[in-house]
Each structure stands twice: as C-alpha cells, then as structure tokens.
C-alpha cells in the first residue's frame, strides 16, 4: 500500500533569488509506490530524463528508489554517467547516442545502453571488448512509433548479432522494449497492434535462442489505463512527479498521484495604471480600467511559455490571474486589479496542486496549446530548485 497523503509541501527555506521551484521528494517517491501497486507483478523503471522532467537528476532519482522502483532509466548518456558520479548505483538505462560517441566509460559505469539499430550493437559490443567488461543491454524495438529503434532486416540483423555477442560474453542480453504512439488514447487501435506486434517479437528473440527476462513497453499513459501491457516492467516517467499524461480520462488525483513541483515568485514592482494603459511590448493588453499592475520576474527564458501571453495563470493571495500582455524575457505583467493590495515581495504561485486550488501545470499546458509535459521540463536551469520531503531544505 502507499503512504497516506501528506501535507502540501511548504518550505520555509529563504528564496534564493526572485523565484524557486519547490521539489516535494515525497511526492515523488509515494507516485512511484502507487504506480508500483498499479503495475501488479512487474517492477518500474523511473524515467528521469531531461533532469528528471524539470524536477532535478538525482534527488529525484533517489526520491523514486525509495518509492520502490527498481530501475532509473535517461535518454542521454551524459545524464547516466551524472547519476553514476553521484554516487547512485541502482541498474540505469540509457538509449540515445551516436555513432561514435566513446561508450567505454558507460561500460566500466555498469550503464545498461540500449540497442536501437545494428551500429549501436556492434557499438556496444567493441566497448565491452575493450573495457573486459560484460555490457547490459536492452534492445529497442519500433512497433509501429515510427522513431527510435529496429523494424525488419534491421531488427533481425540486431537481434542476431546479439546472441552472437552474448555467447561471446560481451554482452547481456537483458532486456528487450518499444514505445506507444496513442498511450494516451487507450482504444486507438495502434496500442493492441503494437502490443501484438512486440510480443511477436518477443518470441521471434526467444527462437533465435535469445532468452530475455525483462520486457517494457507500458509508459505512463499505459500503466495507469492498460493493465495488460505491464508484462516484466512499467516504464513511467511524467506521472512519477504527478501530472497526468491522460489529462481527458483523470486528474493527477483521480489516479492517486499528487504534484511534486510548485513554481512561486515574488512580485518586484506594483504600481498604479490609469485606464487604458496599454502594457508591455505591443501593448497586447490595455487596462479597461483604473487598476494596479505587478512584475513577475520571470520569463520565456526561465521557461515560461512566450505564448501563453493574456492566458497563462496564476495565483496572488486568493485571487487566480491571467499574464496581461506579452510574456518577455525575464519578466511578465500582471493586471492584480484595483482592489488588490499586493506589494512588492508578495508570493505569487505559477504552478503547484490543483487540489490546493494553484494553477496547475495542465492549465498552463491548455493556455500555452501544449502539453503538461513540456510545461514542467522547460523550466530554466536559473529557476533554483528546493527540496523538501526526505532531504527537507536540500537546494540544488
């Protein structure tokens, strides 16, 4: 069973700057106990690519370890060799390299490195040789995405000259996996071809005299609405920091996930406007009476989408408001009204728990005309981190 919901994450560490994203590990580590119990038999991989979906690389990645997951998984080389560095030594796969790229220190890292075409095998297999090492591997299979990994000859090429490097002893065949293209449409029909067509695979590799214990296919999408592609492993990653990849079937809440992030910053500038007046570049908004403008001293570099202008929401006391104009660089307007008695210092929240009544990341999603995802990962590296839960205070 899960832990019982804890309280909203409230840190009482001083900002650092103007702004600061405030990690609840907690949250983190209690969505993957829930997405755990949801996966039945088979383990989770806890995606934490791209920082760890704007959440931060390794807190989070321990934050998930705690939960329960039993293996961590990043798209880029760089971002395992940093966990490695950390001193995190849970089994770690990663997928996206060139040719070319050196793989001797992934290899000596004991990094499971994905197999996605017959140069990446071959890749794999001349570092293992020249580090006397045997490499985990995974080898990635296109079932229909239209993206990373192997169809046809090219898959049967990869699998064979697996088999040939596992008797070899340079490899580990330990795993095999795809991806959806409609996970987060559960009865589009590509997700039961593509779930037919890997297990065809899957027996196709056990015929060539492959044996592979793990097989992962179920992302966020799938594990919480498809039950039956959970086989060896589930393979989360936006709904280990509470955000719902299916946002049309259920709130983070409805599936026993809550939001780990919540973005605030403090207003530097509230003055008086006259009705009228127009506010920032172009004068995309005019005031439509006498009212008082306040600064947010964040921008589309720190991630705030540019156009999310006269949409993006956020909170100011008990008031929920919309970005006045257009969102610059370092900065974006807000109308506060006239009624408002805001001033500079005060806390406005841009994303946390919708349960808390915030702005969530899924509203700014909808305003922006994207998807929650990019919302949480674009957040700019000058944002500081704060972590609270398991290592409360922890800035990064």
Not at 37 to 55: M, P, S
Not at 273 to 301: D, F
Request: charged residues 20%; negative net charge.
């Amino acid at each position: 069973m899960t832990s019982p919901p804890e309280p909203p994450a409230r840190t009482t560490q001083p900002y650092l700057g103007t702004s600061r994203a405030t990690i609840d590990l907690a949250a983190i580590r209690d969505n993957v106990a829930e997405l755990d119990r949801r996966a039945g038999d088979a383990g989770v991989i806890a995606v934490v690519k791209a920082d760890a979906y704007g959440h931060g690389l390794v807190p989070s990645a321990r934050a998930a370890l705690s939960g329960g997951a039993r293996y961590l998984a990043v798209a880029q080389l760089a971002e395992a060799l940093t966990l490695r560095a950390a001193g995190v030594t849970a089994p770690l796969l990663t997928w996206l390299f060139a040719p070319g790229d050196d793989l001797t220190e992934a290899a000596r890292a004991e990094i499971t490195l994905s197999a996605g075409a017959p140069w990446a095998i071959e890749a794999i297999g001349a570092a293992a040789r020249e580090t006397g090492t045997t490499v985990r591997t995974h080898i990635k299979v296109d079932t229909g995405l239209g993206r990373g990994g192997s169809w046809g000859d090219d898959l049967d090429a990869v699998l064979r000259r697996a088999g040939e490097l596992e008797a070899e002893g340079a490899v580990e065949v330990e795993g095999i996996w795809s991806h959806f293209a409609w996970a987060d449409a559960p009865d589009h029909p590509t997700v039961r071809q593509q779930q037919e067509t890997f297990m065809e695979v899957c027996s196709r590799a056990e015929r060539m005299g492959l044996r592979i214990p793990l097989r992962h296919l179920a992302n966020s999408a799938a594990t919480l609405t498809n039950p039956s592609a959970a086989l060896d492993l589930v393979r989360p990653g936006l709904a280990i920091y509470g955000l719902s990849p299916v946002p049309d079937l259920g709130r983070p809440e409805d599936f026993g996930l809550r939001e780990a992030m919540r973005l605030t910053a403090r207003l530097v500038n509230v003055k008086d406007a006259p009705a009228g007046q127009g506010v920032s570049y172009g004068h995309a908004y005019t005031t439509s009476e006498p009212t008082r403008l306040g600064l947010v001293p964040l921008g589309y570099s720190d991630g705030i989408p540019r156009h999310a202008g006269n949409a993006g929401p956020m909170r100011v006391g008990s008031s929920t408001l919309h970005v006045a104009g257009r969102v610059c660089m370092d900065q974006l307007t807000l109308d506060l009204g006239p009624a408002s008695d805001a001033v500079a210092g005060d806390e406005v929240v841009i994303l946390g728990r919708g349960v808390d009544g915030d702005p969530t990341a899924q509203d700014w999603a909808e305003a922006a005309g994207t998807i929650n995802y990019e919302i949480v990962t674009r957040l700019g590296a000058r944002v500081p981190r704060v972590y609270v839960g398991p290592d409360d205070g922890v800035s990064a």
